[in-house]
């Protein structure tokens, strides 16, 4: 069965330091890999996929194929980076998309 | 452009009632879908749609309806609302079939109480 797991719930961190949010799945094909964010009062939205190999806000992830992770990391946490984040799998040539738990990332001052 | 409205924002029902979320978007988007968020479970897919007249179970599509006659409106219906519904509910849509899931639109959501 598909499954992603994020297994932190809350991640505090100081501004400035580095940050790194874990998303592991599993999945017996091979998936389309997202990062969602929900900033306060804010809508859910999109900040990268895997396919595009992108750099949001200065966030990356890479999909371990071999370790069926694709943690999302950033050098150096802003206070603006606060928010919730949703790590998320499609199934290939799917219709529907898979979330995680979710992990709320508080960036301190 | 609105994007995707949802209405209401919040809502409270008593166990047994009926009612319909509203969906729209204004993007002549083909995919739509609804999700419902719980704390420690993420958003779950229930219901989506590829077009109009076409509609398909997600994850959790248990005691809600969903019809598309049009490509703007997607409406959720809860035939007999029951406590274990009460959550916030997110409508989304995306532009494209072949990317169904990526970049998704997603809607301000409504919170939804069953007494």
């Known amino acids: 069965a598909q499954r992603v797991t994020q297994p932190e719930k809350l991640l505090s961190v100081f501004k400035g330091a580095p940050v790194e949010l874990k998303c592991n799945y599993s999945?017996?094909?091979?998936?389309?890999l997202f990062w969602y964010v929900q900033y306060s009062r804010q809508r859910l939205q999109l900040l990268l996929r895997?396919?595009s190999r992108e750099s949001i806000k200065g966030f990356t992830a890479d999909l371990n194929k071999g370790e069926t992770s694709f943690h999302l990391k950033k050098p150096f946490a802003q206070e603006e980076d606060s928010a919730m984040y949703y790590c998320?799998?499609?199934?290939?040539?799917?219709?529907?998309?898979?979330f995680g738990a979710g992990t709320r990332l508080f960036v301190k001052a | 452009n609105a994007g995707v409205t949802q209405t209401p924002k919040f809502q409270v029902l008593k166990t047994g009632q009926s009612m319909t979320l509203q969906c729209a978007q204004d993007?002549?988007?083909?995919?739509m879908s609804w999700y419902r968020q719980d704390p420690g479970m993420g958003l779950r897919l229930i219901h989506y749609?590829?077009?109009?007249?076409?509609?398909d179970q997600g994850e959790v599509p248990n005691g809600y309806n969903v019809s598309r006659s049009t490509t703007e409106d997607f409406p959720l219906r809860l035939l007999s609302a029951a406590p274990s519904q009460t959550s916030v509910y997110f409508c989304?849509?995306?532009?494209?079939?072949?990317?169904?899931?990526?970049?998704?639109?997603f809607g301000p959501g409504t919170r939804l109480t069953v007494l």
């Open positions: 998320a799998l499609r199934n290939t040539g799917g219709f529907k998309t898979i």
């Open positions: 895997h396919i």
């Open positions: 993007m002549n988007h083909e995919y």
């Open positions: 749609s590829v077009g109009a007249g076409i509609t």
């Open positions: 989304a849509s995306s532009p494209s079939l072949t990317l169904a899931a990526d970049t998704q639109y």
């Open positions: 999945y017996s094909g091979s998936p389309e």
